[in-house]
């Protein structure tokens, strides 16, 4: 049986210091729905500034620290140290990861680690530290992102060590739903088409934007508050009997 769910609630971000990243722009959004913050970046003082900048902007509390998400001790470190100055942890949003345009028959060994490292390995020893006090509490909400780069084997701006990493985020997801349903906890994924940030090799020219648009069926390509939105949803109180789903944010690129 699920324990109720908190009015005073915290939500860990990974990822989220980038000024254009849709980390940063989820911290707003669910601050803006009185979730407090916590932010995880690989540069601690901008996981600091960030958490600042929402704070003053809403009022809620957040807090940030510093951490390689890849290595294990760094990123429980993390979360020992955001929970202690957060109220109840109740979600955890896995933003944090790192863009790979290499041709398959070019991709070192240094590369594949490097993307598997941070895109999934992060990933994973992140949610099952904060996956430990959710389970205790009775109530959580867990997700990974993914991206629709997986589902149609690329064809974005990243290849095959990030198609992989992010295929796996769906494997992980599904089985963490199955294992910690009983305790109260969902697991699911957000899957985006192209989105307006910086991880797409730089700022998007107009030119750009069409091309990508035409891909889908909808006449633009995403925005960070598109993602927020859906964040907001899949770790609300509503969607409680929602789990183990990867919901595509991509303007229609990939229907299944």
């Not at 941070?118 to 997700?143: E, F, K, M, P």
């Not at 730089?202 to 993602?227: F, N, Q, S, Y």
């Amino acid at each position: 049986m699920s324990a109720a769910f908190p009015a005073e609630r915290a939500v860990i971000l990974t990822g989220a210091a980038s000024p254009r990243g849709i980390g940063r722009a989820t911290a707003h959004h669910l601050a803006e729905r009185g979730w407090s913050i916590g932010i995880i970046d690989v540069d601690a003082e901008a996981a600091r500034e960030a958490a600042r900048e929402v704070a003053e902007a809403t009022g809620v509390v957040a807090a940030g620290a510093g951490a390689n998400v890849a290595d294990r001790e760094a990123a429980v470190a993390a979360v020992d140290e955001l929970e202690a100055s957060l109220p109840q942890l109740v979600a955890v949003v896995n933003f944090a990861g790192v863009s790979s345009p290499v041709p398959y028959l070019e991709v070192t060994p240094e590369e594949w680690q490097r993307v598997e490292s941070i895109n999934l390995d992060g990933v994973h020893w992140i949610t099952q530290r904060v996956a430990r006090t959710l389970v205790d509490n009775g109530v959580g909400r867990i997700v990974g992102i993914s991206s629709v780069s997986a589902q149609r084997g690329g064809g974005t701006y990243s290849k095959t060590p990030y198609s992989a990493s992010k295929a796996g985020v769906i494997g992980l997801m599904r089985s963490i739903a199955r294992e910690l349903g009983p305790f109260g906890v969902t697991a699911n994924v957000i899957s985006p088409g192209p989105i307006d940030t910086d991880i797409m090799g730089g700022t998007l020219t107009e030119e750009r934007k069409t091309a990508m648009a035409a891909d889908g069926v909808l006449p633009r390509i995403g925005t960070p508050r598109d993602i927020a939105a859906a964040v907001a949803y899949l770790i609300s109180e509503d969607a409680g009997f929602v789990t183990g789903q990867t919901l595509n944010v991509d303007g229609g690129l990939y229907m299944h």
